[in-house]
């Protein structure tokens, strides 16, 4: 399964001590965009100092305008707040979208915990409808594990 294979290259690229965490972040990114046909857009968002807001940080795949998102905004804005997984199948049925492209169709965002703070997010988007399974959430939980053991 490639989310096997994929969780030894993540490890690597955690470990790669050489560069700096925004570089192995970016290839973690990189990594999963390449491999998994449907994520289509691979980012990471972390909380902006104390304020109540999220800021983009190290991504893959089209430009984006939401550099800053406010705590309960958005899917990623909501996992802020509620500290839990999101995982949406249909973006056109939710209410509390932000939209970042029209071809964007599903979204999945995993909150990142150090110390038990949620600190940040990864957050991918699908252009392919409904495409998120139980799979890609423990694969993604461990993701942010891996990343939460160097911030």
């Not at 423990?138 to 594990?145: D, N, T, Y």
Request: proline residues 5%; negative net charge; aromatic residues 10%.
């Amino acid at each position: 399964m490639i989310f096997e294979i994929l969780k030894t290259k993540i490890e690597a690229i955690i470990e790669s001590t050489e560069k700096t965490v925004d570089e192995r972040l970016l290839k973690v990114c990189q990594l999963l965009e390449e491999n998994i046909s449907y994520y289509n857009w691979v980012g990471f968002y972390f909380k902006n100092g104390d304020k109540e807001e999220l800021k983009l940080g190290p991504y893959v795949g089209a430009p984006t305008d939401h550099t800053i998102i406010p705590f309960g905004k958005g899917i990623c804005g909501q996992v802020a707040v509620s500290n839990e997984n999101f995982v949406v199948p249909d973006v056109s049925a939710q209410d509390n979208y932000i939209a970042c492209s029209i071809t964007v169709k599903a979204e999945i965002v995993i909150p990142i915990f150090v110390n038990g703070q949620n600190i940040g997010q990864i957050d991918i988007d699908s252009n392919t409808p409904d495409p998120f399974t139980d799979k890609d959430e423990r694969f993604l939980e461990f993701v942010c594990a891996k990343v939460a053991s160097i911030l």
